[in-house]
């Protein structure tokens, strides 16, 4: 082993000097050394970003935050409002909307949702044994019947697993000193951010502006500019369609007398915030609460109503009103996203999958445009 050590060193030596050589010499080419320090700087920057990592949810957020409610800020302003007089009446205002969620709406919430999750293994069975007859006729003719009764059997079994798991992820959140520990951080830390983004956030920008190099500033501003457009527009467009969504689907579903109709409506408004995910869930769990609670033709067609009224609503009337087409993304890059980030980084991932593909996509569109604006792609082809 330890005659190997020097071959190690030799290795590293070699690369080391292969990588900085072009630093070294009068005429060497001065873009490849720039590229080469940009590209270090980059990665070093990454890696000290993945060391700590778990430090800076409550900064983010506290950005994020500021990133979009700044035009409101910007509003008041111009009208004369002292900025740090609007930002700390936002973040207050802000704090006592949290603390009402968490305090007065969390808790009547989760124990919908613990009931529901409690009662839905039985729920499941219940549909299954409500379908079952309907279909009698066709799982005899294709005989699947064995597979209807062991789905019969699996089915409420890992519903039930899946409950058992998600609770005990909650306990032990709320009885773990660390978990309670990042709480209190984000709750102290994310307003103090919060307020001197808002704050700060010109001078933020005029200093972000002015790393741009002279040479390439003016096209990375409209670049930049766009971007924010059709960001903060679809965030702030997006806030809205699920608070219409959550409010129609809670009342609906209130009015239907369907089983946690108020707890479902709001969490499916909440998740629609990532595509595809909240109205799906939504939708199965109100159909299997429905043919559990009354089982009727005319019950399944009234939320087929509800569901597909919602639908339209979100389609024709809230995302053209609030977002437009400031986003443009193709469903395909969309779903792509979710799945990308969300294997790289759960939850989070998928919950920022939109706007990280907003910001994907805007660079490769910038790119391409780049790409065919040179003298390499525009150059005729020679003549035979």
Not at 114 to 141: G, N, S
Request: proline share 5%; charged share 10%; net charge positive.
């Amino acid at each position: 082993m330890g005659a190997c050590v020097p071959g190690r060193v030799v290795a590293h030596h070699l690369d080391v000097t292969f990588l900085l050589y072009p630093l070294g010499g009068s005429a060497v080419d001065d873009i490849f050394k720039g590229r080469l320090i940009w590209a270090a700087l980059f990665i070093g920057v990454c890696a000290f970003l993945y060391m700590v990592q778990d430090a800076l949810g409550p900064f983010l957020f506290g950005l994020g935050l500021a990133y979009v409610f700044h035009p409101l800020i910007d509003r008041c302003e111009a009208r004369l409002v002292p900025r740090w007089l609007s930002s700390f009446v936002l973040v207050v205002v802000t704090l006592a909307v949290f603390a009402a969620f968490w305090l007065l709406l969390l808790p009547f919430l989760g124990f919908q949702l613990q009931k529901l999750f409690y009662k839905l293994p039985l729920y499941t069975k219940e549909a299954l044994d409500f379908v079952r007859p309907k279909m009698a006729i066709i799982l005899e003719k294709i005989h699947t019947d064995p597979v209807l009764k062991q789905s019969e059997l699996m089915v409420p079994k890992a519903l039930q697993k899946a409950f058992v798991w998600g609770t005990d992820q909650v306990l032990f959140l709320l009885s773990n000193a660390q978990g309670i520990t990042r709480f209190l951080f984000y709750t102290c830390v994310t307003p103090f951010v919060m307020f001197y983004g808002l704050l700060e956030w010109p001078t933020i920008v005029a200093k972000i502006k002015n790393l741009i190099p002279h040479g390439v500033r003016p096209r990375w501003m409209v670049f930049f500019e766009g971007l924010d457009q059709s960001l903060s527009g679809y965030i702030r467009g997006q806030l809205l369609v699920c608070l219409c969504m959550g409010t129609y689907l809670a009342m609906a579903f209130v009015m239907m007398g369907l089983p946690h109709g108020f707890m479902l409506g709001v969490l499916t408004g909440v998740l629609i915030f990532i595509p595809y995910l909240g109205m799906t869930l939504g939708t199965l769990l109100a159909v299997i609460l429905t043919l559990v609670n009354t089982p009727s033709l005319t019950t399944l067609i009234v939320l087929m109503i509800v569901l597909i009224g919602g639908q339209l609503l979100e389609g024709f009337i809230f995302i053209p009103f609030f977002i437009g087409k400031r986003v443009g993304l193709h469903p395909v890059w969309v779903l792509f996203a979710i799945f990308a980030l969300g294997t790289l980084f759960g939850f989070w991932g998928v919950l920022l999958a939109l706007p990280m593909a907003t910001f994907v996509h805007a660079l490769i569109k910038e790119g391409l445009a780049f790409y065919q604006s040179t003298a390499f792609f525009q150059k005729a082809p020679a003549k035979s």
